[in-house]
Nanobody, 116 residues
């Protein structure tokens, strides 16, 4: 599967953004999908995921503020980000995972910058 993320931008603290990820390829329904992010000078970190069974998991840092969803018919994954804070700044990557495997499919990333 190939992934293309979009929707990043520059916002102020407290604002919202919705990231989108378009997938191409076969058997999208069988992939777990997720989002990672990387802040300047830091390692990439897990943000959230939605499995092929639609089980949803979030990092503690975004619980209650971010919502991940998927539309299998459109081969799309979304990350609704509310109450954004400066510490949410980073490059956000859409990722895919086949059953029983690691996060082996990565999109190109979209920049999110939150000013205080």
């Amino acid at each position: 599967v190939q992934l293309q993320a979009s929707g990043g931008g520059l916002v102020q603290a407290g604002d919202s953004l919705r990231l989108s990820c378009a997938a191409t390829g076969r058997a999208f329904n069988n992939y777990s999908m997720g989002w990672f992010r990387q802040a300047p000078g830091k390692d990439r970190e897990f943000v959230g995921s939605v499995s092929w069974t639609r089980r949803i998991t979030y990092a503690d840092s975004v619980k209650g503020r971010f919502t991940i969803s998927r539309d299998n018919a459109k081969k799309m994954v979304y990350l609704q980000m509310d109450s954004l804070q400066p510490e949410d700044t980073g490059v956000y990557f859409c990722v895919g995972q086949q059953v029983g495997s690691t996060w082996g499919y990565w999109g190109q990333g979209t920049q999110v910058t939150v000013s205080s």
